[in-house]
């Protein structure tokens, strides 16, 4: 597997979905961000030069026609996917929290181990 993404769609066609709505692919956001949600802090748009360039374009030409997807993002812009904003889709306005209010602290403790040994590149604390 190459992620989340990767397994995500398979699993969805593989258990016979037609459609899928992604939440949390921000490298499918316009602009493009980057982070994950038990990282320390919010997601942050990723650097300009790499906003034309999807690197999941294979990917998604590879399952076009087998399942159709939409991501869903904090401002409702995608370049590569049909797309809705979290308002949009949930009527409700999106709230941050925190990764300490998400995952519980053993597991960011476990976490940040990784991080102190670059087996991890995302801060957790």
Known sequence: MSGALYSGIGLAINLGFKKAYLVGCDY???????GHFYSYGP??????????????DALLKE???????????????SSWLPSLG???????EMRYRENN?????????????????????????
């Not at 499918?28 to 980057?34: A, V, W």
């Not at 209010?101 to 604390?125: C, D, H, P, W």
């Open 86 to 92: 979290y308002l949009q889709f949930k009527n409700k």
């Open 101 to 125: 209010e998400i995952v519980s602290s053993e597991y960011l403790e476990m976490l940040n181990k990784a991080f102190e040994l670059g087996q991890f590149t995302s801060r957790i604390f």
């Open 43 to 56: 997601s942050r748009v990723i650097d300009k030069k790499d906003e034309d360039v999807n690197i999941y």
């Open 28 to 34: 499918l956001f316009t602009p493009m961000k980057g």
């Open 63 to 77: 399952v076009k026609g087998l399942i159709e997807l939409y991501v869903i993002t904090d401002t409702g812009i």
